[in-house]
């Protein structure tokens, strides 16, 4: 049975970095199926998908329109692990972030990933 | 960027009652559809994908139908344990996006 453990600070302040880790068992983050994602989530928000980092021969990251310019998210093979930076913080990403993966349906021609193992959720707050 | 609006944003049901949340989409999404169920603290847990495929473990009282721009999540039978938020979210080629929640509450 998957599972994602995650970790971080609880609280950063505005324009520093936030970085979270998620710890994965049961998985490998190098997969050739699943996809190794992070969301979040506030109640002005709603959630919010933030990006994604995947192995198909080699390593693709995809993010958001939104955070694009500040965020990286980065696979760490050798503690089977992935982490999320997000530079430049404002109190506007106050905020539950979550790890997830998202496994592969795949059917001919037609591909679709879901969501469907979560990490318990970081709440993260951005003040001063 | 396509959006997905779920409808009602509240609903009131009783234990045993048969309930239907609808969520729409901007624009086609063929079946890339899937259903969450969220508790207060915890994270959301997946019930349905591709629309209708109920994921392992989840109780046969859920079900997800439609194709294209509306589908429906349907609980038969309401339970005391599904007293939630529920999500749909749509999956599109290197993103995601959700819905903004249905809160069932108890009558």
């Known amino acids: 049975q998957v599972q994602l453990q995650q970790s971080g600070p609880g609280l950063v302040k505005p324009s520093q970095t936030l970085s979270l880790t998620c710890a994965i068992s049961?998985?490998?983050?190098?997969?050739?199926?699943?996809?190794w994602n992070w969301i979040r989530q506030s109640p002005s928000r709603g959630l919010e998908w933030l990006g994604r980092?995947?192995?198909?021969?080699?390593?693709?990251?995809d993010y958001a329109v939104s955070v694009k310019s500040r965020i990286t998210i980065n696979p760490d093979t050798s503690k089977n692990q992935f982490s999320m930076q997000l530079n430049s913080v404002t109190p506007e990403d106050t905020a539950v972030y979550y790890c997830?993966?998202?496994?592969?349906?795949?059917?001919?021609?037609?591909?679709?990933?879901?969501?469907?193992?979560w990490g318990k959720g970081t709440t993260v707050t951005v003040s001063s | 960027d396509i959006q997905m609006t779920q409808s009602p944003s509240t609903l009131s049901a009783s234990v045993g009652d048969r309930v239907t949340i609808t969520c729409r989409a901007s624009?086609?999404?063929?079946?890339?559809l899937a259903w969450y169920q969220q508790k207060p603290g915890k994270a959301p847990k997946l019930l349905i994908y591709?629309?209708?495929s109920l994921q392992s473990g989840v109780p046969s009282r859920f079900s997800g139908s439609g194709s294209g721009t509306e589908f429906t999540l349907t609980i038969s039978s309401l339970q005391p344990d599904d007293f939630a938020t529920y999500y749909c979210?749509?999956?599109?080629?290197?993103?995601?996006?959700f819905g903004q929640g249905t809160k069932l509450e108890i009558e």
């Open positions: 979210q749509h999956y599109n080629s290197n993103s995601y996006s």
């Open positions: 980092t995947y192995y198909r021969s080699t390593w693709y990251s």
């Open positions: 049961g998985d490998s983050v190098s997969s050739n199926s699943g996809t």
């Open positions: 624009q086609s999404i063929s079946s890339w």
């Open positions: 591709k629309a209708s």
């Open positions: 997830a993966r998202a496994s592969l349906w795949f059917g001919g021609p037609d591909y679709y990933y879901y969501i469907d193992v």
